[in-house]
């Protein structure tokens, strides 16, 4: 038996040739293999990662159906391939027009390889939450409207291209003065990537769910906007009332108490739950951690 499996082994690599490398091989592969990489990266920056994922399900689903020969997803395939490729050069076009451009500029080798540099996904710390905390129960003291998006895994950047770059460190103090009347950078959302501000002034998309309160003006509509297009959180100080509101995963949570937006802000840092249930204080009196849109949408 030994015999057999050696003599099997011996016949499979005697068959195995080993192609001869050249130099030029060399410099194809480190060719392509950039190439991948940067294609890489410029889709983790775009709508582009979203949409790969759809189409990892749907090239599983066809895979399924090769397997099992299902003839009617086959055909359908088939037919509407053409289609599809043409839906996503539609969906992609602004994001092909800017990669386009960035091909002409000198820094961009230097920009692909520190892309992962501009995305630093660290964990929030606690000082950047306590400082956002308390930048937005000061706001809603004097009623003064605010709207702060904190990334999480997916990116930002085409939000934050449509405002100001700041690239400052978190602090009370300059997110009041940021959002204060009549200033420059007060109209439009925050965006926090890790412990740094890195935009002002921008522009998010406006949610049109149907079961949201009339009574939500563009800044609560905002903040649901991108928490449905993004996995991001957005704390929301309200102009009219001073109340202070949080939008995440498509809800709207109201009228929260300072220790229920500090319970919602800890989940965008992904701490271990045994080191956040330590860290927590008891806190008695008021309701916890505040209410959905559809129980205090009209607040």
Aim: with cysteine; glycine share 8%; net charge positive.
């Amino acid at each position: 038996m030994i015999n057999k499996v050696l003599s099997f082994v011996q016949e499979y690599i005697s068959a195995i040739r080993m192609p001869r490398i050249r130099i030029t091989d060399i410099v194809e592969i480190l060719i392509i293999s950039f190439m991948v990489y940067a294609i890489m990266g410029w889709v983790r920056k775009t709508k582009a990662w979203s949409l790969l994922k759809g189409m990892i399900v749907i090239l599983g689903i066809l895979l399924l159906a090769a397997i099992f020969n299902m003839s009617t997803i086959l055909w359908l395939a088939e037919h509407g391939l053409s289609m599809l490729l043409l839906g996503i050069v539609v969906v992609l076009q602004p994001e092909l027009r800017r990669a386009m451009e960035q091909l002409g500029q000198k820094n961009i080798f230097f920009s692909l390889m520190n892309s992962d540099s501009t995305r630093t996904h660290g964990r929030y710390s606690d000082h950047t939450i306590d400082e956002i905390v308390k930048a937005s129960f000061a706001m809603g003291r004097v009623k003064t409207g605010a709207l702060m998006v904190l990334e999480r895994n997916e990116t930002l950047m085409e939000y934050e291209k449509t405002g100001i770059a700041i690239d400052a460190t978190v602090s009370s103090q300059l997110l009041i003065n940021i959002f204060e009347h009549n200033t420059p950078l007060h109209d439009g959302a925050v965006i926090f990537r890790g412990d740094r501000i890195v935009a002002a002034t921008c522009y998010l998309p406006l949610s049109d769910n149907r079961n949201l309160s009339k009574a939500l003006g563009t800044r609560h509509r905002a903040g649901v906007g991108i928490s449905e297009a993004t996995d991001s959180m957005t704390v929301i100080v309200s102009e009219e009332n001073g109340k202070v509101s949080v939008a995440y995963e498509g809800k709207l949570y109201s009228a929260l108490t300072q220790e229920g937006l500090r319970e919602k802000l800890e989940l965008v840092q992904d701490k271990p739950q045994e080191e956040v249930k330590k860290k927590r204080k008891p806190w008695f009196g008021g309701q916890k951690g505040g209410n959905t849109d559809a129980e205090k949408a009209d607040q």
